[in-house]
């Protein structure tokens, strides 16, 4: 089974950027789709951003839209997240996961995350 590795989080201020990367152990790309999701302390796990692997169609969440950018390297077997013009209410763990498509919320795999904290 494929293994995912989420890097790229850190400490960053309110209006900053980050780019997200998920490195896959073994081609992701025959998986219907890729998507990031994130999950801050009590709450629940947030579809953020997915991209469809037939046509590479994107699909963002309201409370990203215009700011997130999600794209994949598939010579590197690579997908990223740019985050851009961060806010507060961003803090959370990202990870990356496997779907068959977008409209799904059954994951197949997942890495373990990579902390994002927005805080002046």
């Known amino acids: 089974q494929v293994q995912l590795t989420e890097s790229g989080g850190g400490l960053v201020q309110p209006g900053g950027s980050l780019t997200l990367s998920c490195a896959a152990s073994?081609?992701?790309?025959?998986?219907?789709?890729i998507t990031w999701f994130r999950q801050a302390p009590g709450k629940e796990r947030q579809g953020v951003a997915c991209?469809?692997?037939?046509?590479?169609?994107?699909v963002y969440a309201n409370a990203v839209k215009g700011r997130f950018t999600i794209s994949k390297d598939a010579a590197k077997n690579v997908v990223y997240l740019q985050m851009n013009n961060l806010k507060p209410e961003d803090t959370a763990v990202y990870h990356c996961?496997?779907?068959?498509?977008?409209?799904?919320?059954?994951?197949?795999?997942w890495g373990q995350g990579t902390q994002v904290t927005v805080s002046s």
């Open positions: 996961a496997t779907h068959s498509w977008c409209g799904s919320f059954e994951y197949d795999v």
């Open positions: 073994g081609f992701i790309f025959n998986y219907g789709a």
């Open positions: 991209i469809e692997n037939k046509d590479d169609s994107t």
